[in-house]
């Protein structure tokens, strides 16, 4: 499975944005964004870039690219997936952009990223690939695993021991979770009950412009 291994917040910078891939890091004056709001490079002080400062004029595929890069790094997916993610949501009835961030919502890494279980995707994905999680009952290690409605998910008997679960209802409580998804702390198990609605999913992606990236 490729994972994304460069620097991290040099991610936020780029999209001249938080885009919170780090945790707890991301609320304290730690972050790099807040100490170099800028984007990386050369060029990216002085504001070559227009939404970052510049002058001229963005063109509609910068806007575009820039709309389908930011949903690929705050998921933390690559292209060819995403590309896949794309077309499924393509043959699917509805709305193509809203089913494209369902799609992203349903990813088993995300799903334990919003159940309070992770403090970011990406320690949520080392934990789903270090076998923590059963889904419906039968271990898995596959973080981009798709969830449905109904299916459970909950933190393997054999991990539950270890410090990081004994932990982490202390942290998860202070935690929210979408209405889309239900959660047990005690006994460490989550439900999908939904998929989530649009408003549900982060208001800062434009999955408009993505399918207009992709349709051109
Ligand atoms: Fe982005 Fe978090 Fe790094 Fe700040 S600490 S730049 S929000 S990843």
Not at 28 to 40: D, M, Q, V, W
Request: with cysteine; glycine share 10%; hydrophobic share 30%.
């Amino acid at each position: 499975m490729a994972k994304y291994i460069g620097p991290v917040c040099k991610l936020c910078r780029r999209e001249g944005e938080k885009l919170f891939l780090k945790g707890e890091r991301c609320f304290t004056p730690h972050c790099a964004f807040e100490r170099r709001g800028f984007a990386p490079g050369q060029h990216g002080r002085t504001g070559s870039r227009n939404k970052r400062g510049g002058t001229g004029r963005e063109s509609d595929y910068a806007r575009q690219l820039r709309a389908k890069q930011k949903a690929r790094r705050i998921y933390g997916v690559f292209e060819r997936q995403f590309q896949r993610y794309y077309k499924t949501a393509l043959r699917r009835r509805g709305l193509t952009g809203l089913t494209l961030l369902q799609i992203l919502e349903s990813r088993l890494d995300n799903v334990v990223y919003r159940l309070g279980y992770a403090s970011s995707r990406a320690q949520a994905r080392l934990l789903v690939t270090h076998g923590h999680f059963t889904v419906n009952g039968r271990r898995t290690d596959v973080p981009s695993m798709l969830l449905d409605s109904g299916d459970s998910l909950a933190v393997r008997e054999g991990s539950r021991a270890t410090a990081y679960f004994k932990e982490l209802g202390d942290f998860a409580e202070k935690r929210n979770f979408p209405a889309w998804l239900s959660r047990d702390l005690k006994g460490l198990t989550g439900n999908v009950q939904r998929l989530p609605e649009r408003a549900e999913i982060d208001g800062n992606l434009n999955e408009q412009l993505i399918v207009e990236y992709y349709s051109r």
